[in-house]
């Protein structure tokens, strides 16, 4: 079964705005990865934080973890249309576990 | 660019015929994994590989083999395909040494379709 569960399933926005997606998971984690994936195309990996972590950025990426809640969100700010991808969360427990995604469109 | 190519990148076939997929590497790393990737399911882990004949199975290894007689190459074999197989593969390496908690790194996907 799936570890993470990304919210929404779908988000639509204007270019410039901010697009947060949600990820949750059920049980303990060593690492929660962030993954983007271009239509038709491999996953690239955008960025990890450990749990003993709250935050983390890069460039214009945001990620907080809340283990406590076993959460996480990434926002991406300023959105461009290239940024449109779907983006799944990754859990690491023994193993990396993927979500089924969140499909961002962003409109020009 | 994670130097992964993967062969065939589409491919049609037959229910009942045997198929294998190709990942080739060219930085040498020790992990290779093979997913699947189908609408609702997410991605899947096959199987993995942590060197040269080091192999596990991971969720959904059933219908699959693997083989890794040298470091740059992980080979996924459908024995016998079935419809159910119809996917797109992804061949994916990890950098580090901590394996299957790390950050892995995507080739470009197979299409897979069997009728």
């Known amino acids: 079964s799936q570890q993470g569960e990304e919210d929404p399933q779908a988000l639509s926005i204007q270019e410039g705005e901010n697009a947060t997606m949600n990820c949750s998971y059920k049980t303990s984690i060593n690492n929660l990865q962030w993954y983007r994936q271009n239509s038709g195309r491999g996953l690239v990996h955008l960025i990890l934080?450990?749990?003993?972590?709250r935050e983390k950025h890069s460039g214009r990426l945001r990620v907080t973890l809340d283990t406590s809640k076993k959460s996480s969100s990434l926002l991406i700010t300023a959105s461009r249309a290239a940024d449109t991808a779907s983006y799944f969360c990754a859990t690491s427990g023994s193993r990396l576990t993927f979500g089924e995604g969140t499909q961002l469109t962003v409109n020009p | 660019d994670a130097g992964i190519t993967q062969s065939p990148r589409h491919k049609v076939t037959e229910t009942g015929t045997p198929v294998t997929l190709r990942c080739h590497q060219t930085e040498n790393h020790r992990y290779m994994y093979w997913y699947r990737q189908d609408p609702g399911h997410g991605l899947r882990l096959i199987h993995y590989s942590y060197g040269v004949k080091d192999t596990d199975k991971g969720e959904v290894s059933d219908g699959y083999s693997v083989s890794r007689s040298k470091t740059e190459d992980f080979l996924l074999t459908l024995e016998s395909a079935t419809s159910s197989q119809t996917s797109v593969y992804f061949c994916a390496i990890s950098k580090t040494g901590g394996g299957l908690q790390e950050t892995q790194y995507f080739g470009p996907g197979t299409r897979l379709l069997v009728l």
């Open positions: 934080i450990r749990s003993n972590e």
